[in-house]
């Protein structure tokens, strides 16, 4: 469906707004998120990416299974990570897949519990006139999952789905990871509330 074809690539995730947090905490909900979708924490890493601009935070799994289309599918279906940074943040995390050649999904999550959710096959998409040219065709598409999820988090859809090209960090599941904000690994991105009284001894 994509009109750019292959220079856009399948992938998904978990995003939500920057909150900052302890790193040992999450490589630890990381950790037991992952065993609870059935995969050993030694065969997996979570990478995160920060949007300093309007302050958003992706975390995705590092895995063979969480790569190309199949990956896509993986996000589509697996939410032990989304669950839990929701229940103990309080904040909305979406989790999403994006397939450019066959489908877009999100599934939103607040308190532990799924509490919305959209998917869209590209296969029943009638456009109309109007996205005849490449201008028209975004802006039909800026109103599909990603478009609606891009705007709730304050940003365009071709930033979203852009997404994965951003620097990150990779954290390592299968070894305790040394306590510390999150905002330490991302100084030029985030510029932000960095709650010091979290990390006092």
């Known amino acids: 469906m994509s009109r750019l074809g292959g220079l856009l690539e399948t992938h998904g995730g978990y995003l939500c707004r920057y909150e900052d947090v302890d790193v040992a905490w999450l490589v630890r ?4 998120a ?26 995705a799994f590092d ?18 990570l989304a669950r839990r940074l929701s229940e103990h943040l309080r904040l909305p995390i979406h989790a999403y897949g994006y397939d450019p050649d066959d489908f877009e999904q999100v599934l939103a999550f607040g308190n532990g519990r799924r509490v919305g959710g959209e ?25 599909w999952p990603l478009g609606h999820l891009a705007r709730v988090l304050g940003l365009r859809r071709g930033e979203l789905i852009r997404i994965p090209r951003r620097p ?8 305790p990871a040394p306590p510390g904000p999150l905002w330490q690994l991302f100084p030029e991105a985030v510029r932000l509330k960095r709650r010091p009284e979290l990390y006092a001894s």
């Open 63 to 80: 895995a063979a299974f969480t790569y190309g289309r199949r990956g896509a599918q993986w996000y589509c279906e697996n939410h032990a």
């Open 29 to 32: 909900l990381a950790h037991d």
């Open 168 to 175: 990150t960090v990779l954290l390592e599941l299968s070894k």
């Open 34 to 59: 992952i065993l609870e979708d059935g995969h050993s924490p030694s065969q997996v890493g979570l990478q995160i990416t920060v949007l300093g601009g309007p302050q958003l935070v992706r975390f």
């Open 119 to 143: 998917l869209l096959r590209y296969e029943d998409v009638e456009l109309d006139d109007e996205a005849d040219d490449e201008a028209g065709f975004e802006r039909a598409a800026e109103r």
